[in-house]
């Protein structure tokens, strides 16, 4: 019996370490986080620093900036994501939409970071480090992007306004036929 007791206190213990470790090592505890104030209600976006350290900055430097205020999601997929971030989206021209950047690019940090429903990655062109400041949320599990795309969050909050986004009426190029702003985004 003595035994018994003293096995199952030592595996309540390991539980205990390792939930609790895990907890820890969890991406973007402490960072702050994104909050995307869109037409549809509000998103937010935890960080993951430790897979993506400099595009996390870059993040947070253009919603400091204001890079992202009234931008909105030019290119919606249902069953694969949504795309925002390009500022050309701000003029009247929709044919330039998904063109635009901040002016300058980043290097790709590319991870071991599944693209899920929920994660948040920099959109970018056919050279790996051309991305600046569009991203997309994916809506469902997406593989086929893993290690070809910068993994950098992930939506803790409003994947229901995601999907909203993604439902929305759209063109045969993808780009939905209302805009969908993003009005205000910022760090909490």
Do not use: W
Not at 47 to 70: I, S
């Amino acid at each position: 019996m003595k035994s018994f007791v003293t096995m199952f206190m030592s595996g309540l213990a390991s539980v205990f370490f390792m939930t609790t470790h895990l907890h820890a090592a969890e991406p973007g505890k402490g960072e702050p986080q994104a909050v995307l104030e869109t037409d549809f209600g509000k998103i937010l976006i935890a960080f993951d620093p430790d897979a993506a350290p400099k595009t996390v900055e870059n993040f947070k430097k253009l919603v400091k900036e204001g890079f992202y205020n009234k931008t909105y999601f030019h290119r919606v997929i249902p069953g694969f994501m949504i795309q925002g971030g390009d500022p050309n989206t701000k003029d009247d021209d929709r044919s330039n939409d998904g063109m635009g950047g901040p002016g300058y690019t980043i290097q790709a940090e590319f991870s071991s970071r599944k693209h899920v429903s929920g994660t948040v990655s920099m959109a970018r062109s056919m050279d790996p480090d051309s991305a600046g400041s569009q991203f997309f949320i994916c809506v469902a599990a997406a593989p086929h992007l893993d290690r070809q795309y910068t993994v950098f969050g992930h939506v803790v909050e409003g994947m229901d306004v995601v999907g909203k986004i993604v439902s929305a009426p759209r063109d045969r190029m993808d780009n939905p036929l209302k805009s969908i702003y993003i009005q205000k985004a910022y760090l909490k």
